[in-house]
């Protein structure tokens, strides 16, 4: 069965870092891309960037490109993703899922988000 | 970027009516288009790839068709369970991005 398990929820102060991750578990981790979407409340989704963690190829979104970083350890099937100085509006879901960049070019497996507060 | 626009924002609807959502991209996309279903609480799920093509285990309901920018979304025969939230998403380019999102509500 695939499962994408995201960390727990997080609350942090602003200017603070932190790493989230989604382990990928029922499939070969190293043959499907893996995306992150932001979620803000009440909002709508919103794609951030993707990682192939067979060679760790990465793409951002320009809205995020700069903002977060994007990684993999294919060794342990898991994907991150981390922010150097948090914001109060980093406040969101953030979702991973998996993508084939062949059929059906779509997110067929979703983590079930991890929540992050960002407040003082 | 290719930004995707969703048509109505949100819909009001009864048990057994049909219902249609557009999305148009702001430019062509061939057919790399897909649809997804989002409930509170939950991720999204995938409903529809490639703009026509069903996922497994997705009800003959939910059916989608279009290509180059316009895409619709019907549901034959809305159910209790279908109340949710509607995303297109593009997949023409590594620049993926989602619609603004279509709120199916109860009449």
């Known amino acids: 069965e695939v499962q994408l398990v995201q960390s727990g929820a997080e609350v942090k102060k602003p200017g603070e870092s932190l790493k989230i991750s989604c382990k990928g578990s029922g499939y070969s981790f190293t043959s499907y891309w893996i995306g992150w979407v932001r979620q803000m409340p009440g909002k709508g989704l919103e794609w951030m960037g993707i990682i192939y963690p067979g060679d760790s190829d990465t793409r951002y979104s320009p809205s995020f490109q700069g903002q977060v970083t994007i990684s993999a350890d294919k060794s342990i099937s898991t994907a991150y993703l981390q922010w150097s100085s948090l914001k109060a509006s980093d406040t969101a879901m953030y979702y991973c899922?998996?993508?084939?960049?062949?059929?059906?070019?779509?997110?067929?497996?979703w983590g079930q988000g991890t929540l992050v507060t960002v407040s003082s | 970027d290719i930004q995707m626009t969703q048509s109505p924002s949100s819909v009001s609807a009864s048990v057994g009516d049909r219902v249609t959502i557009t999305c148009r991209a702001s430019?062509?996309?061939?057919?790399?288009l897909a649809w997804y279903q989002q409930k509170p609480g939950k991720a999204p799920k995938l409903l529809i790839y490639?703009?026509?093509s069903l996922q497994s285990g997705v009800p003959s309901r939910f059916s989608g068709s279009g290509s180059g920018t316009d895409f619709t979304l019907t549901i034959s025969s809305l159910q209790p369970e279908d109340f949710a939230t509607y995303y297109c998403q593009q997949a023409n380019s590594f620049l993926l991005t989602f619609g603004g999102g279509t709120k199916v509500e109860i009449k």
């Open positions: 490639a703009a026509s």
């Open positions: 899922a998996r993508y084939l960049n062949v059929l059906p070019r779509a997110f067929d497996y």
């Open positions: 430019q062509g996309i061939s057919s790399w």
